[in-house]
């Protein structure tokens, strides 16, 4: 099984609708992350959350929003989806501290029309 | 804020040829550097990563990379690319207690 799961894998939704990407992770690691990735531009931050307790905005948290319901699980909402919120989004975890790898799940393509 | 550019978008290669993929960062002190490959359709996979001693990092599937602080680079090789190390290439930066920032991505292509 993956360290990291991610669901779904593939969502296509109406503009104006909620959906919500699910993340689980059975590393054990506190530090949980939210990026997006689109063709030319790399994985851009959307939120990370470094305990049960933290939340914080990333690079591009505009239009999005998340949960951290328990150390292993952390959800990003996209609350009225927009045709340019489509694109690949990846969960990711990590130990605290400098240094430390970086795990993704397999990401969640999302589809806006 | 740390920042990275990989200068390059697309690389073609012959298989059995060498391979170089560069990477420039922009950061105040010394930074943790990784390079993860991300094939189709797949998730990030870390190839390797550089955070102190020696600049000559050896990592997974015959690829390594050099740290070059007087260039702030981190350049990714492999002397013998093989048709499966296809893929997008990321190069990352991070630094203590902060988050990744990762570069735009190179994607290789390798010809039969």
């Not at chain 1, 970086?102 to 969640?108: A, L």
């Not at chain 2, 290669?13 to 797949?42: D, K, M």
């Not at chain 2, 690829?63 to 093989?82: C, D, G, M, T």
Request: charge should be neutral; include cysteine; proline fraction near 4%.
């Amino acid at each position: 099984d993956a360290d990291v799961t991610q669901t779904p894998r593939n969502r296509i939704t109406k503009t104006g609708k909620r959906i919500m990407l699910e993340c689980s992770q059975t590393k054990g690691h506190d530090r949980m992350y939210w990026y997006r990735q689109d063709p030319g531009l790399g994985l851009r931050l959307i939120y990370y959350s470094f305990d049960v307790k933290d939340i914080n905005k990333g690079e591009i948290s505009d239009g999005y929003s998340v949960s951290r319901q328990a150390q292993a699980k952390f959800s990003l909402s996209l609350e009225s989806a927009i045709p340019n919120q489509t694109a690949l989004y990846f969960c990711a975890t990590s130990e605290a501290g400098g240094g430390n790898t970086i795990y993704f799940g397999e990401g969640s393509w999302l589809t806006v029309v | 804020a740390q920042s990275v550019t990989q200068p390059d978008i697309h690389i073609t290669v012959s298989e059995g040829a060498s391979l170089e993929l560069r990477c420039n960062y922009s950061y105040g002190a010394t930074p943790y550097l990784f390079w993860y490959v991300q094939s189709p359709g797949q998730g990030l996979q870390l190839l390797l990563k550089y955070f102190s001693g020696d600049t000559l990092v050896q990592g997974i599937k015959g690829f390594e990379a050099e740290f070059k602080r007087s260039q702030s680079s981190f350049n990714l090789r492999k002397p013998s690319v093989h048709w499966s190390d296809a893929a997008e290439y990321f190069c990352a930066v991070g630094a203590n207690g902060q988050n990744f920032v990762f570069g735009p991505g190179t994607r290789l292509s390798v010809l039969p």
